[in-house]
């Protein structure tokens, strides 16, 4: 069961560019979202995240929006650096321990 | 580093061996997860502890699987008759949360598992 989704596999953009990457859930009972960052051969790295009582939250270039009656939220990444190519994962939690997370989206920022 | 750590960072076995991983958490961090990821997929949730009691596990974790945090600190996880459909990722996650609610969690590099 696929909770949470993302339907893009990969997005590429220019240098200087936004990137916006988005995810949707389908439990209702999620009220907290996350979103890391994968290298190879790395764990994923802890990026931005948002409790469902905000519709925004800011830090630095990383925007993360939610919109909770769409049950989606996008990343904005502006201006993109070719630094931030690497796989991203959106994750979503309520109560209790277990973190469910999409597939991921390959982000290429073109220099 | 004070870092989530995790010992192997590669393994490789043959089919019906027993493998056991480890996981060292931040310090201060009170829980600890481990999930399985394989290719084009996000990482999938195996079990987790709080403290020292494993208060969740997944149906994904079979009964091979075996995960243990006897003092609240490390864990292992341990596959017993590995087969080749145990081949991914495996990852741990360490987070503070002072209640019930879920909180922010770090993740370590992650042991790599193949079974030939």
């Known amino acids: 069961d696929q909770q949470v989704k993302q339907n893009s596999p990969s997005l590429s953009v220019q240098e200087g560019r936004i990137s916006i990457l988005n995810c949707d859930y389908t439990?209702?009972?999620?009220?907290?979202f996350l979103w890391y960052k994968k290298y190879p051969a790395e764990g994923p790295t802890f990026l931005i995240s948002i409790s469902s009582i905000k519709d925004k939250n800011e830090d630095g270039r990383f925007t993360v929006f939610l919109n909770k009656s769409a049950k989606h939220l996008s990343l904005h990444i502006v201006p993109s650096q070719p630094g931030d190519s690497a796989v991203y994962f959106c994750a979503a939690s309520g109560d209790g321990g277990d973190m469910r997370f999409g597939a991921g989206t390959r982000l290429t920022v073109k220099p | 580093d004070t870092g989530v750590s995790q010992d192997p960072r590669h393994k490789i076995t043959k089919r019906g061996q027993n493998v056991t991983f480890r996981c060292d958490p931040i310090s201060e961090h009170n829980r600890l997860y481990w999930y399985r990821q394989t290719l084009g997929q996000g990482p999938e949730f195996l079990t987790y502890f709080q403290n020292e009691a494993q208060l969740e596990k997944s149906r994904l974790l079979s009964d091979r699987f075996s995960a243990e945090r006897p003092k609240g600190s490390f864990s292992t996880l341990e596959i017993q008759r590995t087969e080749q459909g145990d081949s991914a990722m495996y990852l741990c996650a360490s987070s503070w949360a002072p209640g019930v609610r879920a909180d922010t969690q770090y993740f370590g590099p992650g042991t790599r598992l193949t079974v030939l």
């Open positions: 439990n209702s009972m999620f009220d907290y």
